[in-house]
């Protein structure tokens, strides 16, 4: 599988093309580009990702209530007018999961960028007739490369230099923890990107984390020297990492353990779904008439074979059709009487535990029991005093044994507004 990244600074763009073999590592090349060759090479097969450095995104660490996704979705959904002082609409923002911690805890990672900044850099590569499958950020692709590597459970701080511009990544025990992107211009020079260093290592530090070793990398700065006056200021292990990139590991796919974000605009998203499926069913239609003479020869001699045979099928199901009408009848009398004993336990039963699952905090306003119907439901709107303790209410009752799955339906203030008020929600059971 190809895979092609690019990379817009403020200063360049510049390209990687990576091959993925069965066996042994991929083949990369690297580039330097421009709009213009960029054209000319015709990037248009393959997986292709466009990344965008640190300093262009907002990033926010976040821990919920939850582990379950779509309520973890919402939840951003509704943190995201508390967090930017934006509208919804002039974002784009995409989380990923950390970690999930002990009581149904998640902690994660919100990345924001402006949109009209995403939709200028597309247009930039529409121009050249590229489409990207992707939006990514420099921070995803360091932290996914350091864990590539397999070090041991320590606390690293990676300093990464690329085209005047300086990011740090404070990675623990193997999770993202913190992240910075600054720009230099040239007459700050080295003193001031090691007094950012310091001064990163002294707020990390002061919020009781230690770190184990500093890791230089990528491109655009004497690493010996940096190393060099960054050891007499700050007496911590340091280790120069070449290898390190943020290019190479736009490009270099991962794995199902890697951190994923991905910036692209939902409308660009049903794009390409709309002409994969399209290329689907062209290659489904060549497939389909190379095979229709075939198809065709099967069906007309297993035709007469199989009129024969339903012929046959069709007697013998008239002998045993009046003793198997009388079954059938008796068979639903019976189910009827089952299901209704069966109906009073099950209500009873569901009542209780939704008297015990309640948290103080919650006013219950409608409650809707559908046990007729399948798949038979529970409705259950309120109030309550945060949408923490909806969440809550939510998992308390997944621990139902009779309950099998619950969502949270909605979670909305009951008036728009600065300060804590009570919630309006609705969570529906299915059991």
Do not use: C, W
């Not at 091959?19 to 248009?44: H, M, Q």
């Not at 007739?129 to 397999?150: C, E, K, M, R, Y």
């Not at 923490?388 to 939510?394: D, G, L, R, S, T």
């Amino acid at each position: 599988m190809k895979i092609s990244g690019i990379y817009i600074t403020d200063k360049s763009i510049r390209l990687v093309q990576a091959v993925k073999i069965r066996r042994g590592r991929p083949v990369i090349k690297e580039e330097k580009t421009d709009i213009a060759s960029l054209k000319d090479k015709n990037i248009t097969s393959g997986y292709i990702v466009l990344g965008i450095p640190r300093s262009q995104v907002s990033i926010k660490y976040l821990t919920f209530p939850s582990v379950n996704d779509i309520e973890i979705k919402r939840m951003v959904e509704f943190e995201m007018n508390n967090l930017f002082p934006y509208k919804t609409e002039e974002l784009i923002y995409d989380h990923a999961i950390i970690a999930r911690k002990a009581g149904n805890y998640s902690q994660l990672m919100l990345a924001v960028a402006p949109r009209e900044l995403i939709l200028k850099q597309l247009s930039v590569l529409k121009e050249a007739g590229v489409s990207p499958d992707a939006v990514n950020i420099s921070t995803v692709s360091l932290f996914n490369q350091l864990l590539a590597q397999n070090r041991p459970p320590a606390n690293y701080l990676l300093v990464n230099f690329d085209d005047g511009l300086m990011e740090m990544i404070f990675v623990s025990s193997g999770k993202l923890a913190f992240s910075h992107g600054i720009s230099f211009d040239a007459p700050s020079g080295t003193k001031g990107m090691i007094d950012e260093v310091i001064s990163t290592v002294t707020i990390l530090r002061d919020k009781g984390n230690s770190i184990d070793k500093i890791i230089l990398g990528g491109k655009g700065a004497d690493k010996e020297d940096f190393a060099s006056a960054l050891k007499q200021e700050l007496p911590l292990s340091i280790e120069i990492d070449n290898s390190l990139d943020v290019l190479k590991g736009l490009a270099s796919g991962g794995n199902g353990k890697n951190l994923k974000i991905n910036l692209l605009p939902e409308e660009f998203k049903i794009h390409k779904r709309k002409s994969g499926r399209r290329r689907s069913v062209y290659i489904f239609s060549a497939l389909l008439v190379l095979n229709l003479s075939l198809i065709a020869n099967i069906v007309f001699f297993a035709a007469k074979a199989r009129q024969e045979y339903l012929s046959l099928l069709k007697s013998e199901i008239q002998k045993i059709l009046p003793q198997a009408t009388v079954l059938q009848d008796r068979m639903l009398d019976l189910q009827i009487t089952k299901t209704n004993i069966n109906s009073g336990r099950l209500a009873l039963g569901l009542l209780t535990d939704l008297y015990r699952a309640s948290p103080d905090g919650i006013n219950l306003s409608a409650l809707d029991i559908q046990s007729q119907k399948t798949p038979r439901s529970m409705v259950i709107a309120g109030q309550a005093k945060s949408a923490e303790i909806v969440y809550k209410f939510a998992d308390a009752l997944r621990k139902s044994a009779l309950i099998k799955k619950t969502d949270v339906s909605f979670v909305s203030k009951t008036n728009p507004g600065p300060g804590d008020q009570m919630v309006n929600f609705e969570i529906k059971s299915f059991f």
